[in-house]
């Protein structure tokens, strides 16, 4: 089972629709998340942080559920310039080491 | 400011060559990284270093060796090249080496490797 699981996508909205990607993580130690954003061919870029009393930034908004081990972000309003690759992202011990674990991503492509 | 510059953006070799990956960052960072990007497989690490004169193997470092030339250098190192070499390699820097989101990791523009 891979560490952290996204729904690969793609995703194809419609401009001004509200999309949502939900994230899982396995290791029940990890102590901070993250969204980045990866357009084609090109380098992640940190999107947000997600606490846990949930928070937004613009059109988009993260939540965390510890108990259910659970991130989702929510996207309202899509632009087209939204379309990217979001990586949900978890950091926590991994076999002693410290470190960032990325999920493979989940494709979204906002149509005009 | 440049940010995280890496070199070379393309390279292709054939198996059993060796190559170096150069990485350098001007934000005065601590920490680090080099990872290797797979389709279906997102990022993994494959070497850090937490600060300038140490470094550490990640989830995946069979295969490459690490340089951390001085703070703002960070080399990655393919001794024999194999065609399950064949990725994406991205190089990273953070203030610190901690998961906090003020030691947003930044990264370098890529370079694509391809092993014949």
């Known amino acids: 089972r891979k560490e952290v699981e996204q729904d690969p996508g793609p995703f194809n909205v419609p401009e001004g629709a509200t999309v949502a990607f939900n994230c899982t993580y396995s290791?029940?130690?990890?102590?901070?998340f993250f969204w980045y954003r990866q357009d084609c061919r090109k380098e992640p870029k940190l999107l947000m942080s997600v606490y846990s009393s949930g928070n937004e930034d613009g059109r988009f908004t993260a939540q965390l559920n510890r108990a259910s081990q659970y991130i989702s972000l929510l996207i309202r309003d899509s632009k087209l310039s939204d379309s990217a690759t979001y990586l949900c992202v978890v950091y926590g011990r991994d076999t002693g080491r410290r470190a960032l674990t990325f999920g493979s991503g989940t494709r979204l492509q906002v149509q005009p | 400011n440049a940010g995280v510059t890496q070199t070379p953006k393309f390279q292709v070799l054939k198996t059993g060559q060796s190559m170096t990956l150069q990485c350098a960052q001007d934000?005065?960072?601590?920490?680090m990284y080099w990872y290797r990007q797979d389709p279906g497989m997102g990022l993994r690490l494959i070497y850090y270093?937490?600060?300038?004169?140490?470094?550490d193997k990640g989830e995946v470092p069979n295969g490459y060796n690490v340089s951390r030339l001085n703070k703002r250098e960070f080399s990655l190192r393919l001794e024999s090249a194999a065609p399950s070499q064949t990725s994406v390699y991205f190089c990273?820097?953070?203030?610190?080496?901690?998961?906090?989101?003020?030691?947003?990791?930044?990264f370098g523009p890529g370079t694509r490797l391809t092993v014949l």
């Open positions: 270093s937490a600060s300038e004169g140490t470094t």
């Open positions: 934000m005065n960072h601590n920490s």
């Open positions: 990273a820097s953070s203030p610190n080496f901690s998961g906090g989101s003020y030691n947003e990791q930044f």
């Open positions: 290791n029940s130690a990890s102590q901070s």
